[in-house]
């Protein structure tokens, strides 16, 4: 296998309601100060954001969300319509925020991302039929509980999903080998900066990196909505710092020689060297979308 040319890293923004925000608030745009802060920090960075859309609160953050792309360079894609992981993925929903995001951006989204990483084949089946040309559904790791998956098997660098006649490129968001801790800037707070700093040295992340971020994790989130116990515990850890861990995984990025770039970009170089490629499941309502592990 060729290696690509450089090292590229794609910091991914998953644009959705703050987590255990009943009314569907995100305080990114809600507050001025929070924003401000966040696009400096990508402004001095240099960073191409790829921010995934759920379709749905483009009626209430519209403006805000073009405001951002105003002054970051910004590639949109969808994350679905309403953030429901049960229905997210039928082919009905993948058409409405397929249609509402060209009623908003005027063009057809090239890329999506399921919630919680749940891509089915019947998703993929639409996304094809809809003339996406990759997704980024995919935690190559493993999480147990209610939003779980289990996915230590699976690729954690782009690779081709075919069927007859068309294929896609699958961009997991990366883990780190060998231990599949997520590169997402959950997992660095959770862990902590120092922690992470050292599993970064240890478990070197691939030339291709996928790094995962929602608004909530860039500061405090206010619930009111059923979170408790140990999960609080674990999403407050480090929230105050939210801002200042996401620079710091820039900086690191920068340090080792990555340059950011929009996910169809990263796509574009991967397509030039040599993937693997995964047989999409045959029936359309499978759950299950990768039958033959390629590891
Ligand atoms: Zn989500």
Known sequence: MTSPPQKLACITLDVEADLANSRGRIRLFDEPDLLERYVRILEKHDVRLTAFLVTSVLERYGADILELAKRIPTEF???SHRHDPRTACTRAEIRLAVQTFREFLGKDPAGFRAPIGAITAE????????GFRFDSSLYPSIRFGKNGYWNPHMPIVPFRVTREGADLMECPITALPTVRVM????YVKLLGWRAYRA???LFPLPDMAVFLSHPHDLYRPKFDDGVRGLEKRAILRNAQRGMDI?????????EQGYRFVHMGEMCAAARQTALRQVRLARGRGAVQPFPSPPI
Do not use: K
Not at 246 to 254: D, G, H, Y
């Open 77 to 79: 894609g969808v994350h």
């Open 123 to 130: 998703g993929l089946h639409a996304l094809m039929d809809y």
């Open 183 to 186: 590169f997402a800037l959950s």
């Open 199 to 201: 599993l970064l040295a």
């Open 246 to 254: 996401f620079e710091r995984v820039l900086i690191r990025l920068q």
